[in-house]
């Protein structure tokens, strides 16, 4: 029992001594602040768009601003040049490209009553050939799996044609992240130099140099990948032109953007392109398969290795892992924005475990 009062004593005199620590204190305060703020954005999460948009914008054009301020430029005409050259390759790509993919999206929206109907007839006649001397399992298996199929594509379509028109919703917000964006850049040094002093002095150079590293992997990737993606999707819609398949830009496009996610994008991409094809010719067909299978060689071999190179350092098979979980969690922004993460986390685990050993 003595034992026991004098554990009890000491605990109580601990504890009052951390009552009257100001340092607990603040820990809580800011804490609860913390958490006060991961509500309120959560709360208001869906006019965050922008803000994100912005701070992207920021992140990508702070490295041209920098070079130009550091060429003796104010940080305001350093800001205006980069803005000036992003609109004009804008307004370049508007004036030129987007009649011509309202046109082909145009020509395809009034040609795809005839290619589903194409569609049915070759699944139909697929279906009645194929049919024939199959065990009842066996068939009972295959309408099974056709209407899993069929349901799947149609809400995968529905979250597609949903998405287009949130996002068409969302583009007089979006039109603030170019403005707000200009804010960041004009006070990027000042809000680096505030995060930095905000950060305790005793950790501070250990942050300092992870957050260095990150930076370095997540702009290579990002640059290195949106130049892959671009030349992909241009090589593409060339080629396309070139044997004659129709909606080159439009394919081309498809293509771009899908191979901005790893090993699974340049696959999903062909998959409409080769669809599409199918319903011209077989010979249509093998032809689009080739192109995209010659550009993808040329992107694996040749593009991406000079390019991007081993940007995130994440071993394939561990790649493969995170897409798939990204696509589970979060569908399409989750396989895009899979890679990137886990080569942050990667760069973080590897730090920690440094300083660990």
């Not at 992140?59 to 004009?88: K, N």
């Not at 979250?159 to 964006?181: E, G, T």
């Amino acid at each position: 029992m003595p034992n026991l009062s004098k554990l009890l004593t000491m605990l109580s005199t601990k504890a009052a001594a951390g009552w009257k620590n100001p340092k607990l204190w603040r820990i809580g305060l800011f804490g609860l602040c913390g958490l006060g703020l991961l509500g309120l954005i959560w709360q208001v999460r869906s006019v965050l768009m922008p803000f994100y948009l912005a701070f992207f914008l920021a992140y990508i054009f702070s490295p041209a601003v920098g070079f130009l301020h550091r060429q003796h430029l104010p940080r305001g005409v350093a800001i205006v040049i980069v803005y000036c050259g992003f609109a004009a390759a804008v307004t370049i790509l508007v004036v030129f490209g987007l009649p011509e993919v309202f046109k082909e999206t145009n020509k395809f929206a009034e040609s795809l009553p005839r290619y589903a109907v194409e569609a049915q007839t070759t699944v139909e006649h697929l279906n009645q050939h194929y049919r024939r001397g199959l065990p009842p399992a066996v068939l009972k298996a295959i309408d099974t799996n056709l209407g899993a199929g069929e349901a799947w594509l149609s809400g995968t379509l529905q979250d597609v044609i949903a998405w287009f028109i949130s996002l068409v919703a969302a583009l007089p917000l979006l039109v603030l992240a170019p403005i707000l964006s200009i804010y960041l850049l004009l006070d990027w040094e000042r809000l680096k130099s505030g995060l930095k002093q905000a950060v305790p002095r005793r950790v501070r150079g250990n942050l300092i140099h992870l957050a260095q590293e990150i930076n370095f992997v997540l702009r290579k990737f990002i640059r290195g990948h949106l130049t892959v993606a671009t030349i992909v999707g241009g090589l593409i819609g060339v080629g396309m032109q070139l044997i004659g398949m129709d909606y080159a830009l439009l394919i081309g496009i498809i293509s771009g953007l899908f191979d901005l996610i790893p090993y699974f994008g340049p696959i999903i991409g062909a998959i409409p392109a080769v669809g599409l094809a199918i319903l011209k010719s077989p010979a249509m067909a093998l032809r689009v398969a080739l192109v995209i299978f010659v550009v993808q060689q040329v992107e694996s071999n040749l593009i991406h290795p000079k390019i991007v190179g081993e940007s995130v350092g994440l071993h394939p098979f561990l790649v493969v892992f995170v897409l798939l979980a990204g696509a589970k969690l979060c569908g399409f922004w989750g396989m895009l924005l899979a890679v990137p993460v886990a080569g942050v986390i990667r760069v973080g685990l590897s730090y920690i475990y440094l300083k660990l050993v």
